[in-house]
C-alpha cells in the first residue's frame, strides 16, 4: 500500500513570486493564492527547456500533465478558464462578510462577478493524445511554453543581483513551507512514498556547489556557442578538426589547464571540459547547459550561499530521482562542475554483477550467459571493440548496452529507443542490429527473465515495491533496479550524512575520498551481492 505523501517537495524562489506578483500586477494577485502560486513553480521549473523537461513530440515546449495542473491549480477546468478561455471574479466572503482583496474563480458569470480576460501566460502548443497510443508514438502530456511576456519577465529576474532582489529571499511551496521543514517531516531529503525503507536512511538536503568551477564552465560554453554562430554550425562531430579548434579556443581557461594537472593518488578525474568534448557537439547541448548552470546560480542566489536544496522522491521501481530541476538530471559536465571536488562511487555494471548472481542461484547453464560474464569482467575492452566494429563511439556503446539490459529492442523501427540513441542514423542503427555480440547480449536477458519472472502474476522487488507484471523484460528491470536500490540504502546507512553530495541511480557522490572496499565490504554484508565501485574525482 502507498504511504501518504505529505509535504508538497515542489518548492519555488520566493523572490521570483514576489517579483512576478510587482510585473503582472492585479491580474496576477487578485488570483487565488495557489494559482500565484501555481503559475510561479511552473514559471520556475520550465523557464527554459532542457533535456530534462522536454516534451517528447515537440522539443521546444514542456510536458504538463492533469496530475501537475491539479496539484498546481486544483481543478484544470480552473486553469484553462484562467489561462485560455477567461473567468469571473466573485469577492470572497466569509461570516463577516466580504474578505479585501481576496476572490474566488468561477469559470460562468455569477452575481457580483467580474469577468476576466483569460491570461495567456501559457501558451499550449500540444494536445494530449485521446488515447494511449497514436501515431505509432507513445501518448503524451499536452505540451506548453510561456508567453513571450512571462519568458521576459523570467530573464529579467534571471539578471537581477542578489541585492535587486530584496531582502525576502529562500525557497517555499505553496503552503509556505521550507526545505528545512521537508528535511524535518522525512528525516532527510528523501521522501520515500513506495518502499518499505525506513526514512531514518537518509541523507542531507542541502548540497554545496562549486560556483567558481560553474562560473567558469559558463564562460567555456558561451565561447562554444560563439564559435558554432560564427561557424554557423549546429553540430561538431566527435574528432573533426572544428572539434579541435574549440579545443583550442578553450584551452585558456583556468578549468582546461586543470587537465594536465596530476590526478591524486592516481585517481580517474573527470572535468568537465573532458566530458563536454568526449562526443559531438550540439549548439542545443551548449544553450542547454549554460541554462543549467544560470538556474544552479539563480538557486545559490536565492539562498545567499554555496549550499541549495535537494529533494528526493522514489519512482515504481524504487529509484531515487530529484524533484524539479537539479544537478542529477543535468549534463554531465554540468554536474562535474557544480560539484568539483567532490567523488563519485559507481557501481560496476550494476545489473549485470546483480544478474549473474542471481542466475547462479538458479539451475541455468552458466555457459549460456557467457557474453554477460565476459562484458563484466572486461567492460572497457569489449566497449571499445564494439564501437570500433560498429564505428560509433564508446558513449553511444555505453547507451545501447544499457537500452538492452532495460529490455530494449534491436529495431530499426523509429519507434524504438535505439532510434534516439544512435542519433536517428539509420546506417548506424543497420550496423547495431546486425552485430552478433548485440544480438548475444539482448538473448541472455529474454533468457534471464525466464528463469527469474517466469509465471509470476505479481513481482516485488527488494525493496518492497510490487510491480504488476506487463511485459517479463519490464518485470526484471523492475527487479534489477530494486537490487541496486538496496546497494544504495547500504551505503547510505552506513555513511556520514554530512558527506554525502548527491545521489545517482547506480552511485554515490561523497564530498571526501571513500574506501572502495569498504563500500563493497559493506553492500556484500547488507544485501549478499558482491558488487564493486569505481572511483572518480570531478
Known amino acids: ?86 473567468y469571473y471574479l466573485v469577492p470572497k466572503r466569509s461570516k463577516w462578510g466580504v474578505v479585501e482583496g481576496k476572490y474566488n474563480i468561477y469559470r460562468n458569470d455569477k452575481k457580483g ?112 556557442k560563439q564559435y558554432l554562430g560564427e561557424v ?30 596530476q590526478r591524486p593518488g592516481g585517481v580517474n578525474r573527470q572535468l568537465p571540459t573532458q566530458s563536454l568534448l568526449s562526443k559531438d557537439i550540439t549548439l542545443v547541448g551548449i544553450k542547454q547547459r549554460i541554462s543549467e548552470i544560470k538556474y544552479l546560480k539563480a538557486m545559490a542566489r536565492e539562498t545567499q550561499s554555496d549550499f541549495i536544496p535537494l529533494t528526493y522522491k522514489e519512482v515504481s521501481t524504487g529509484r531515487y530521482t530529484t524533484n524539479n530541476l537539479t544537478i542529477q538530471g543535468f549534463h554531465r559536465s554540468v554536474r562535474y562542475a557544480s560539484l ?10 550494476a545489473h549485470q554483477n546483480i544478474l549473474i548472481q542471481l542466475l547462479q542461484d538458479t539451475d541455468i547453464d552458466m555457459s549460456e550467459i557467457q557474453v554477460l560474464t565476459d562484458y563484466v569482467n572486461n567492460k572497457q575492452i569489449i566497449r571499445e571493440m564494439l564501437a570500433s566494429a560498429i564505428e560509433t563511439t564508446v558513449p553511444i556503446i555505453k547507451e545501447i548496452i544499457q537500452e538492452l539490459t532495460y529490455g530494449g529492442q534491436l529495431s530499426r523501427s523509429p519507434k524504438v529507443a535505439l532510434f534516439d540513441v544512435c542519433h536517428q542514423d539509420r546506417e548506424l542503427i543497420d550496423r547495431v542490429c546486425s552485430n552478433g555480440w548485440m544480438k548475444q547480449y539482448r538473448d541472455i536477458f529474454k533468457l534471464a ?25 519490464q518485470a526484471l528491470a523492475h527487479i534489477l533496479q530494486g537490487y541496486e536500490r538496496q546497494a544504495l540504502d547500504a551505503i547510505i546507512k552506513h555513511s556520514n550524512k554530512d558527506d554525502i553530495a548527491l545521489l545517482l541511480h547506480d552511485c554515490v557522490v561523497f564530498y571526501n575520498r571513500q574506501d572502495p572496499k569498504h563500500l563493497s565490504d559493506i553492500v556484500e554484508k547488507e544485501t549478499g551481492f558482491t558488487l564493486q565501485f569505481s572511483e572518480e574525482l570531478y
Open 340 to 349: 568539483s571536488g567532490c567523488y563519485e562511487y559507481d557501481l560496476e555494471a
Open 113 to 224: 462577478g467580474d469577468y476576466q480576460e483569460p491570461t495567456g501566460w501559457l501558451i499550449r502548443t500540444v494536445d494530449a493524445f485521446p488515447t494511449y497510443r497514436e501515431g505509432g508514438v507513445r501518448g503524451a502530456h499536452s505540451g506548453y511554453q510561456l508567453s513571450p511576456q512571462i519568458q521576459e519577465m523570467i530573464e529579467d529576474w534571471f539578471e537581477l543581483s542578489e541585492d535587486e532582489l530584496g531582502c525576502d529571499k529562500g525557497f517555499i511551496n505553496y503552503q509556505g513551507q521550507t526545505p528545512k521543514d521537508f528535511e524535518i517531516e522525512y528525516e532527510g531529503a528523501i521522501r520515500r512514498h513506495l518502499s518499505t525503507t525506513s526514512q531514518t536512511i537518509n541523507i542531507n538536503l542541502e548540497v554545496k556547489i562549486n560556483r567558481e568551477q560553474l562560473n567558469q564552465h559558463l564562460q567555456i560554453n558561451n565561447t562554444i
Open 449 to 473: 527473465s525466464d528463469y527469474l519472472v517466469k509465471d509470476k502474476e505479481e513481482i516485488i522487488n527488494g525493496v518492497g515495491i510490487p510491480f504488476e507484471k506487463k511485459t517479463n523484460a
Open 232 to 261: 554557423k554550425e549546429v553540430r561538431i562531430k566527435l574528432g573533426s578538426k572544428q572539434l579541435e579548434e574549440v579545443g583550442s579556443r578553450i584551452e585558456g581557461r583556468e578549468e582546461s589547464k586543470q587537465q594536465h594537472r
Open 1 to 86: 500500500m502507498k504511504k501518504a505523501l505529505g509535504l508538497d517537495p515542489n518548492f519555488f524562489p520566493k523572490s521570483l513570486l514576489h517579483f512576478t506578483q510587482n510585473k503582472l500586477g492585479s491580474q496576477f494577485t487578485n488570483l487565488p493564492y495557489l494559482f500565484q502560486t501555481g503559475y510561479v513553480n511552473i514559471f520556475w521549473s520550465n523557464n527554459q527547456i532542457i533535456r530534462h523537461n522536454k516534451h517528447n513530440r515537440d522539443p521546444n515546449s514542456f510536458p504538463l500533465s492533469r496530475e501537475k495542473i491539479l496539484a498546481n491549480f486544483t481543478n484544470h477546468k480552473d486553469f484553462n478558464a484562467v489561462n485560455k478561455n477567461g
